[in-house]
């Protein structure tokens, strides 16, 4: 059986290229500033096997090179020359061209989707460091100056996020840019997140989940220490002498911002949306709160122990907003009525009762 001639059977050597010139391997150098720096072995092989078999098809370029005349620096196709010295050939089929920049090698890199995004902030920063403006920058590349500003943000990166993206688990521009910005605001939050998340969960829609959790937690976290901060604790007169008509008056001039009404409202909202069930609420509120929320109750608690004429007393509960529909009016009517059925008071159980009647 005839075998098909490889050029491996040969000493290998380098195709003739129409246009382009045979050049020997050991007078070809790789451009130590290119932006590309990744090269995947596996890749490099494959390619070095068909080079074994077919040659290069496709020459690279080159330049004089000014330190060692008569040598050259690749301008680009590095990876053909590095598959090409694997594959044992000795001269190499290339274009000199002199009018050739840094620039050039991230259009053409660039063009063939062949840069990683580590590699483009590298070749970014370089440029800035060397005076450049990100307008210059991006015309110099053909991209537009937010291009360069969103890989720019990349060059100064807190360590942890610096890790993930220069070890390749997370190559997105743009959710590293995301991320950066919320470990601004949540820097260990993000780095617990970090550390027990996969590299595959690490995406942009779970960055914005991310933070907009945060965000929540942050907003529930101030209301409720603001609250703490500007809330005076009720005084509540619970002996004999008990005004029922006075406590009404102190209750109706308050209004609703009051601090014991805010958090009545903020309990109700979390209790109608299902966040928070009754026995999160009491594990969530400071004892100060509880003792807020206890103190205003246990007037209409107490109301209730000494209702006379049910009628009446709703209706001029009503007439005077306590049992208004805005959140805190379900609290006050139902700690109404355990003291009208001569129940114990119990925050736990008035809220666990609201959100029953919620449900």
């Not at 090269?39 to 077919?54: G, M, V, Y």
């Not at 196709?77 to 050039?104: N, Q, T």
């Not at 609703?256 to 309990?267: F, G, I, R």
Request: charged fraction near 30%; glycine fraction near 4%.
């Amino acid at each position: 059986m005839v075998r098909k001639k490889a050029l491996s059977d040969d000493k290998i050597k380098a195709p003739d290229v129409l246009g382009a010139s045979q050049i020997e391997m050991n007078l070809i150098i790789e451009d130590a500033t290119q932006p590309r720096k990744l090269f995947d072995a596996a890749s490099l092989e494959e390619l070095s096997e068909t080079i074994k078999l077919r040659g290069v098809k496709t020459p690279i370029s080159v330049r004089p090179n000014p330190s060692k005349p008569g040598t050259y620096i690749i301008n680009h196709g590095a990876r053909r020359y590095r598959a090409s010295k694997m594959a044992g050939l000795k001269r190499i089929p290339a274009y000199i061209d002199v009018d050739y920049s840094l620039a050039d090698q991230v259009i053409e890199n660039l063009q063939r989707d062949n840069l990683s995004s580590r590699e483009i902030v590298d070749y970014i920063g370089r440029e800035i460091a060397a005076g450049k403006t990100h307008e210059q920058i991006g015309k110099g590349i053909g991209k537009s100056a937010s291009y360069v500003s969103l890989h720019a943000a990349a060059l100064d990166l807190p360590d942890p996020i610096a890790e993930i993206f220069n070890s390749g688990k997370l190559t997105d521009i743009a959710a590293i840019f995301n991320l950066k910005k919320v470990f601004k605001h949540y820097p260990l939050e993000v780095v617990d997140w970090l550390n027990y998340s996969k590299p595959e969960d690490i995406t942009r829609t779970k960055i914005q989940q991310f933070r907009k959790f945060l965000e929540t937690k942050a907003d529930e976290k101030s209301i409720v220490n603001e609250l703490t901060r500007q809330t005076p604790l009720l005084e509540v007169d619970v002996d004999d002498d008990y005004d029922e008509s006075a406590a009404k008056k102190k209750s109706s001039s308050s209004s609703h911002k009051t601090a014991s009404d805010q958090l009545l409202v903020y309990v109700y909202v979390r209790l109608k949306k299902k966040t928070h069930s009754p026995k999160d609420i009491m594990k969530k509120l400071p004892d100060a709160q509880k003792k807020i929320i206890s103190d205003a109750l246990k007037a209409y608690f107490i109301a209730g122990q000494k209702c006379k004429d049910l009628l009446h007393s709703i209706l001029y509960s009503l007439k005077d907003g306590d049992f208004d529909g805005t959140g805190r009016g379900a609290f006050n009517l139902t700690a109404f009525f355990f003291g009208v059925n001569k129940k114990e008071f119990d925050l736990e159980e008035i809220i666990q009762e609201v959100y029953l009647n919620l449900s």
